[in-house]
T-cell receptor, first 110, second 117 residues
Framework: QKEVEQNSGPLSVPEGAIASLNCTYS??????FFWYRQYSGKSPELIMS????GDKEDGRFTAQLNKASQYVSLLIRDSQPSDSATYLC??????????FGKGTMLLVSP | DTGVSQDPRHKITKRGQNVTFRCDPISEHNRLYWYRQTLGQGPEFLTY????????KSRLLSDRFSAERPKGSFSTLEIQRTEQGDSAMYLC???????????????FGSGTRLTVV
């Protein structure tokens, strides 16, 4: 069964620190990778996508992909209390749909 | 508002009743997806449309669940004879299609929270 694995957390970091969120996936042929942020009681919001090995930066967010290790991560620099949410890793393991992990809860303390 | 719209936002129903949810995708998106999410879990795939064609349906999906997208625009998800285990957030998402070997991420609606009592 094709799976996406995330540590459920919570991951607790102080304000201003770097938060590192990790994700592994089972399908070596996966092509597209996404990070979603989900606040409690709300729907997921797309924050990053990455398709090629290496790093992709967007503001305070950096997505990292290593297809050989089947590993994708999200770094959040200068973490803010407003970043406190659940972060979902999603992987395209076939042509049509995304498979989501269970998410990692991030808590940023002031 | 050009986002994905879902209706209703909340639904409380008695066990055994039928419920129907509606989703209006972003107008230029030809793909529409239904997912279900329970507390502490990630979204679980239910079914997917490209235009009006239902191209994929989860093998885990009970026969009590049916979805339609009759004109390739809005979609409905119906659950017949609801059970307490159906209580969840039902998420609709839409996306552009495949291009240059990469798939676009989804845009989710606000979801419909179903409670079966």
């Amino acid at each position: 069964q094709k799976e996406v694995e995330q540590n459920s957390g919570p991951l607790s970091v102080p304000e201003g620190a770097i938060a590192s969120l990790n994700c592994t996936y089972s399908d070596r042929g996966s092509q597209s990778f996404f990070w979603y942020r989900q606040y409690s009681g709300k729907s997921p919001e797309l924050i990053m996508s990455i398709y090629s090995n290496g790093d992709k930066e967007d503001g305070r967010f950096t997505a990292q992909l290593n297809k050989a290790s089947q590993y994708v991560s999200l770094l959040i620099r200068d973490s803010q209390p407003s970043d406190s949410a659940t972060y979902l890793c999603a992987v395209n393991m076939g042509y049509s749909t995304l498979t989501f992990g269970k998410g990692t809860m991030l808590l940023v303390s002031p | 508002d050009t986002g994905v719209s879902q209706d209703p936002r909340h639904k409380i129903t008695k066990r055994g009743q039928n419920v129907t949810f509606r989703c209006d995708p972003i107008s230029e998106h030809n793909r529409l997806y239904w997912y279900r999410q329970t507390l502490g879990q990630g979204p679980e795939f239910l079914t997917y449309f490209q235009n009006e064609a239902q191209l994929e349906k989860s093998r885990l999906l009970s026969d009590r669940f049916s979805a339609e997208r009759p004109k390739g625009s809005f979609s409905t998800l119906e659950i017949q004879r609801t059970e307490q285990g159906d209580s969840a957030m039902y998420l609709c998402a839409s996306s552009l299609g495949w291009e240059q070997g990469a798939n676009y991420g989804y845009t989710f609606g606000s979801g419909t929270r179903l409670t079966v009592v």
